[in-house]
């Protein structure tokens, strides 16, 4: 299978600190990968390198056959359609309604609007979402508003989709429903997934390999039976391991 994501010695220095060193590695397609690591790992840079909001300090990143290095700024916010992408903390709009958000990703394409609502409403139904698209963010409990979140990331069907802090704010009913429709999404379109959590019970189950991410240094890759086994004979993963798995 080809590299969705590679990394190659990657630094990232940020207010005169180290948060990303030197890390290497590389997701395949199709791939649900697991980026594991407490709060402020780094976990949420990398993400903001892949998606090409923020540039290395060093080091080469090729996202699904683009060299970032070589693109210019133009051409990557012409490329970012193909990455679908779900915050920490959200980003959908108080002041528009459901659809009206949804519906934000698809206005630069130039489509018209009434093919806009129709692709809005689609993935609201596939999301089990329905009725949903005339209310306002601040009227949706926490669960569904990530949901609404993940509807807008897929609603352009992307290659890759980067989910920050995967399991925050969701029931247990809610992310067997959305683990479901990541698995349809991947089988009917190969789509690649890359998470980020620091709660592993749940991951563990999701992903097919996983990295573990501790003070900016990448400490392991690889399928995730591999984890335990590995840890036991490597002091530091297994420090960073303690209270996750």
């Given at each position: 299978m080809s590299s969705v994501v590679e990394?190659?010695?990657?630094?990232?220095?940020?207010n005169g600190r180290s948060i990303l060193k030197g890390i290497s590695f590389?997701?395949?397609?199709?791939?649900?990968?697991?980026?594991?690591?407490?709060?402020g790992a780094g976990k949420t840079m990398l993400l903001r390198l892949?998606?090409?909001?923020?540039r290395p300090s060093a080091g080469r990143i090729v996202v699904l056959g683009q060299d970032y290095d070589r693109l210019t700024a133009a051409e990557l916010s012409r490329f970012r359609p193909s990455l679908g992408m779900v915050l920490q903390g959200g980003a959908l709009l108080n002041g528009l309604t459901v659809a009206e958000n949804l519906m934000l990703p698809l206005r630069a394409s130039g489509q018209p609007v009434d093919s806009m609502w129709r692709k809005a409403r689609l993935i609201?139904?596939?999301?089990?979402?329905?009725?949903?698209?005339?209310?306002?963010?601040?009227?949706?409990?926490?669960?569904?508003?990530?949901?609404?979140?993940?509807?807008r990331a897929l609603i352009q069907k992307p290659k890759l989709l980067l989910w920050d802090e995967l399991l925050d704010g969701l029931d247990p009913a809610s992310v067997i429903e959305i683990e479901d429709h990541l698995a349809r999404e991947k089988r009917t379109r190969d789509m690649t997934v890359l998470f980020t959590t620091h709660q592993t019970s749940g991951a563990l189950q999701v992903a097919n390999r996983v990295g573990v991410l501790d003070n900016g240094k990448l400490l392991f890759a690889?399928?995730?039976?591999?984890?335990?086994?590995?840890?036991?004979?490597?002091?530091?993963?297994?420090?960073?391991?303690?209270?996750w798995v």
């Open positions: 990394f190659e010695n990657v630094f990232q220095h940020a590389s997701i395949r397609q199709g791939e649900s990968f697991a980026l594991l690591g407490p709060n892949i998606i090409g909001l923020d609201l139904t596939q999301l089990r979402l329905d009725g949903l698209e005339n209310l306002h963010p601040h009227e949706l409990s926490g669960g569904v508003l990530r949901k609404v979140e993940l509807a690889g399928a995730v039976g591999e984890l335990s086994r590995i840890g036991d004979g490597d002091p530091d993963l297994k420090y960073a391991l303690k209270g």
